[in-house]
C-alpha cells in the first residue's frame, strides 16, 4: 500500500474512531455510575474493559488524552477489585474525576485535525519481499589476493554464478551494479565499500554485502555487523553454506509476504494494526474471538501473531499457552500488544510463550519493524531446519544404502549405530556389533591400529588400512577412512567408513607374482635375444666375408677372360663381360649396403650438441667438388642447433643431400635449400628441399624401403638404400622422416629427432 494511500486509510480509521467515541466513553461512564451507585460489580468489570480498551486505543489513533484518562479509570477500578471490596470516598472521587476527564479529552478530539505518524519505511532486511536478482547479474569478489579471489570464482562458477574480481572498493562499477558483493574482511571499516553499499540510488535494490576470508574473533564480526553486512564467513570458507545463503540474498523470485495474525478483541484497533502492516507490504488475518483462533492457524500459516492481553472468555496469556501446547505451532513467535503496564503480568505473558511484550499505544513504526524482525527469523529458522531436515535425510539413504561399512561410534569406541553393509561384512547384526564395540571389531594384533588412534588424536581424522575381525573369528583386511565431530550433545563422536579389499589383495598378490615371474621372463628373453644378437653379428660378418669371395673370383676371371680375348673378342662378348663385371661392382655394393644398414641397429646413440648447418655446409662442399661444372643454387639457413650423434647426422645429411644433388641433375637451375621450422605441438622439423625430379605421392609408401626405387637406374643411378638408412638413422634418435613431392615439382624430406632435439 503506497503512503498516499496508507495515509488516507489511516485517517478513515481515525474517523470512524472518533464516531464510535462517545458511543464507548457513554459505556464507560454508565457502567462506572452503575457500580460507584448501586454496587454492580458487574457493572464495575465492564468499565474496565472497555477504559482498557480505551486506554490502549486512544493513542494509537493520535489521541493520548483519551488513553491517558482511560487508564486512569483503569488502574483505579483495577486497585478496587483486586481489594475485592466497594471503592472508598478518595476513589470515588478520582473515579468520577477521571471520568470528567475522559469526556472533556472526547470533546476535545471531536474538534482536532491532529493527524497520525506514518510508519517508517522498512528496515532493509536479507531476502526483501521483492524480486532482487535480474538474469545476468553479476557478484563481485572484492580482494586483493588474485589467487584466493580466483579459487573462489571457480568455485561460484561450478555452482552457476558469474562474478568479476576487484582488488578495492573504490573499483566496484556504478553501472551494471552487482548483485552481491563478497568482500575481505580487511574493507569492514572501508568508507568507500560502506558508501558503496548503503547509498543506494531511486528505484535500485541494495547490493547484500558479505564478508569472507576473516579470523573468528568477536571483533571482527562486530565489525561487519557494523557494515550492515548479510553474512561473514571465516576460513576455512564453508562454500556450502555461502552459497546457500547467495541462493536467498540473489534470488529472482519473489519471496513470500510475511503473514500476520492478528488477535485483538476491538475490531476497529485490529483492522488499524492490519492496514498498517499491510502498508509494510506483509499479508494479515484478523480474529476478534480467541475461540476462533484455531482454524487460521491451520489455513492462513501465519509467520507472526499479535495479541491483546485483556480479552473475554480466554485471556491473551492463556491463549499464548494453548497455542504453546501444540508442537506444530511452538516456533510462531507471539507479540503481545497491550496496554498492561504491570511487569509482573507482563513477565508472566513472555514465560507462557510470548517473545515480546509492547505497551499500547503502539507506534506504526514499532509494529512494523518488531512484525518484520521476528517474521524473518522465524522464517530463517524454518528454512535452517529444512536444511538439517533434508541434511538428515540425504545422510540417512547414505548411510543404509551404501555399499561401504559405516560405524557410528563415541570417543571410546562404543559403537552407536551400524549400516546394513557393516553387518553384513562382519557377520553380525547391529545388536552384536554394538555389543562387540568398535575394540572388538578389529584386530588387537595390527600395529597399525595405534598409528591410527595416535593420528586421528592429533588431526581428528585417519585414513588407511587395518586388519579387521569378522564374527566367526576370521581375518580380513579393509580401507578405513575415520573422523572425528562434537555432536548435539557435545559428546566427541567418530564416524568410521570401512570397505573390504580382501579381493583387491588377492589381485595385488596375483600381480606381485606375475611381474617376478614376468621379469624372470625378460632377463631369460635379454640373455637369448643378446646371444641372438651376437650370433646375427658373426653370420653377417661371416657372410660379407664368403660373399665377397666369389665375386672377386667372378671378376677376376670375367678380367682374364677379357685379357685372353684380346682383339678377337666380338661386340657381343665384350658387352656380356662388362654386364658381369657391373654385376660383380653392384653386388658388393649391395651388400655393403646391407651391413651398413644392420650396423646401424648396434651402433650406440652419443647424443651431443651440433649444427645441423654447418654440416650441410661441408656435405655441398664435397658435392660441389664431385661435380664442378653443375650451377646448383643452396641455401642454409643457419644456425640448426640440435643434440644428436655427430656420425649418424653426418650420415643422414649425405644421404639426403646427395640424392638432392643427383635428382636435380637434369634441371637448368638447380635449387636446394635446408632449413627447419616449428610443428603445431612445438618440436623442430628440419627439412632437405630440392626443385628436382619429384616422385608420384601414390608410391609414397615404398619411399624408405630398401632397395625400392621411383626412377629407373639408367636415369638416377643407385643402390637403392639410402632412404632406408635415412629412415633407420631418425628412428634411432626416436624422430620420423616423412616427404612430400609431385613428378618434376622437386620433392622436400622433413625428419624430426625425437624430444631431445626440441
Known amino acids: 500500500m503506497p503512503q498516499t494511500r496508507l495515509a488516507l486509510f489511516m485517517q478513515a480509521q481515525r474517523e470512524l474512531y472518533l464516531a464510535s467515541l462517545p458511543a464507548k466513553v457513554s459505556e464507560v461512564g454508565t457502567a462506572l455510575q452503575q457500580y460507584l451507585h448501586a454496587g454492580d460489580d458487574a457493572a464495575g468489570l465492564s468499565a474496565l474493559a472497555t477504559a482498557h480498551k480505551l486506554a490502549g486505543s486512544g493513542g494509537t489513533f493520535g489521541f493520548p488524552a483519551i488513553s491517558e484518562a482511560a487508564a486512569g479509570i483503569e488502574t483505579l477500578l483495577a486497585a478496587v477489585s483486586a481489594r475485592r471490596r466497594p471503592p472508598v470516598a478518595a476513589e470515588r472521587q478520582l473515579l468520577q474525576a477521571s471520568e470528567q476527564a475522559l469526556y472533556d479529552a472526547m470533546t476535545q478530539a471531536s474538534g482536532t485535525s491532529a493527524a497520525l505518524s506514518l510508519p517508517v519505511a522498512p528496515a532493509r532486511s536479507w531476502p526483501a519481499p521483492h524480486l532482487r536478482a535480474q538474469a545476468g547479474g553479476q ?3 572484492v580482494e586483493a589476493d588474485l589467487q584466493a579471489a580466483g579459487r573462489l570464482v571457480d568455485q561460484l562458477r561450478h555452482a552457476g554464478y558469474a562474478s568479476r574480481i576487484v582488488e578495492q572498493p573504490d573499483q566496484l562499477p556504478v553501472q551494471n551494479r552487482p548483485v552481491a558483493i563478497l568482500a575481505n574482511t580487511v574493507f569492514t571499516a572501508d568508507p568507500q565499500l560502506t558508501r558503496y553499499t548503503q547509498t543506494v540510488p531511486e528505484g535500485v535494490d541494495p547490493v547484500p554485502l558479505i564478508f569472507i576470508a576473516g579470523s573468528n574473533d568477536f571483533e571482527a564480526r562486530l565489525e561487519a555487523v557494523r557494515a550492515d553486512a548479510a553474512g561473514y564467513f571465516p576460513h576455512p570458507l564453508d562454500v556450502p553454506a555461502l552459497l546457500g545463503l547467495l541462493d536467498q540474498v540473489t534470488s529472482g ?7 500476520v495474525l492478528i488477535v485483538d478483541d476491538d475490531d476497529l484497533l485490529a483492522a488499524f494494526y492490519a492496514g498498517v502492516l499491510e502498508a509494510a507490504g506483509m499479508e494479515t488475518c484478523i480474529v476478534t474471538d480467541p475461540s476462533q483462533v484455531m482454524a487460521p492457524l491451520i489455513d492462513f500459516q501465519p509467520d507472526l501473531i499479535t495479541c491483546d492481553i485483556h480479552m473475554p ?24 500488544l497491550s496496554a498492561e503496564t504491570s511487569l509482573d503480568k507482563q513477565a508472566q505473558a513472555l514465560r507462557q510463550g510470548g517473545d515480546d511484550f509492547i505497551v499500547k499505544p503502539v507506534e506504526p513504526a514499532a509494529l512494523v519493524s518488531a512484525a518484520q524482525s521476528r517474521a524473518r527469523r522465524y522464517r530463517s529458522l524454518l528454512a535452517a531446519e529444512d536444511t538439517l531436515r533434508i541434511s538428515e535425510e540425504r545422510f540417512r539413504l547414505v548411510f543404509e544404502t551404501s ?3 559405516f560405524i557410528q561410534a563415541l570417543a571410546d569406541g562404543t559403537v552407536i549405530a551400524a549400516n546394513p553393509s557393516a553387518c553384513a561384512m562382519f557377520g553380525m547384526n547391529d545388536a552384536r556389533i554394538k555389543a562387540t564395540g568398535i575394540a572388538g571389531l578389529v584386530d588387537a594384533a595390527d600395529p597399525r591400529v595405534a598409528e591410527m588412534l595416535q593420528h586421528r588424536g592429533r588431526t581428528g581424522e585417519f585414513r588407511g588400512e587395518l586388519n579387521c575381525v569378522r564374527g566367526d573369528g576370521t581375518r580380513f583386511p579393509v580401507e578405513v577412512s575415520s573422523s572425528q565431530h562434537v555432536g548435539s550433545h557435545g559428546d566427541v563422536q567418530v564416524s568410521v567408513i570401512l570397505r573390504d579389499i580382501t579381493e583387491r589383495k588377492l589381485a595385488e598378490q596375483q600381480i606381485m607374482q606375475l611381474n617376478a615371474e614376468l621379469e624372470s621372463r625378460v632377463a631369460q628373453r635379454t640373455i637369448e635375444l643378446t646371444a641372438a644378437n651376437q650370433e646375427l653379428q658373426a653370420f653377417s660378418q661371416s657372410l660379407a666375408h664368403d660373399l665377397r669371395q666369389p665375386f672377386i673370383a667372378v671378376n677376376g676371371l670375367a678380367g682374364l677372360l677379357e685379357r685372353e680375348m684380346g682383339t678377337a673378342a666380338s661386340e657381343r662378348g665384350k658387352h656380356y663381360l662388362q654386364r658381369i663385371r657391373a654385376g660383380v661392382t653392384q653386388m658388393n655394393e649391395r651388400t655393403d649396403s646391407l651391413l651398413a644398414l644392420a650396423q646401424l641397429s648396434r651402433t650406440d646413440i652419443r647424443r651431443g650438441p651440433l649444427d645441423l648447418a654447418a654440416m650441410a655446409e661441408k656435405e ?7 661435380a664442378p661444372d653443375r650451377q646448383v643454387h643452396t641455401r642454409v639457413h643457419a644456425p640448426l642447433p640440435t643434440s644428436a650423434d ?3 647426422m653426418r650420415h643422414l645429411l ?3 643431400l646427395g640424392n638432392a644433388w643427383k635428382f636435380t641433375s637434369r634441371q637448368a637451375h638447380a635449387d636446394i635449400s635446408v632449413g627447419a621450422e616449428t610443428s603445431s605441438d612445438g618440436a623442430t622439423v628440419f627439412f632437405v628441399k630440392d626443385n628436382g625430379a619429384g616422385f608420384d605421392m601414390a608410391y609414397a609408401d615404398k619411399l624408405f624401403g630398401a632397395f625400392q626405387r621411383l626412377h629407373a637406374p639408367e636415369d638416377f643411378p643407385g643402390a637403392g638404400i639410402g632412404l632406408a638408412t635415412a ?10 622422416i616423412w616427404a612430400k613431392s609431385a613428378p618434376q615439382e622437386g620433392a622436400c624430406f622433413f625428419f624430426t629427432l625425437g624430444k631431445q632435439a626440441r
Open 139 to 141: 557478484i563481485c569478489i
Open 646 to 648: 655427430a656420425t649418424l
Open 620 to 626: 655441398i662442399e664435397k658435392l660441389r667438388k664431385q
Open 403 to 405: 555399499l561401504d561399512g
Open 253 to 259: 523470485e519473489p519471496v513470500r509476504p510475511y503473514r
Open 313 to 336: 472468555q480466554c485471556s491473551g496469556i492463556e491463549l499464548a499457552a494453548l497455542i504453546r501446547q501444540q508442537q506444530v505451532f511452538v516456533r510462531i513467535p507471539i507479540v503481545f
Open 727 to 736: 629412415r633407420r638413422i631418425v628412428t634411432r634418435h626416436g624422430g620420423e
Open 654 to 656: 649425405k644421404i639426403l
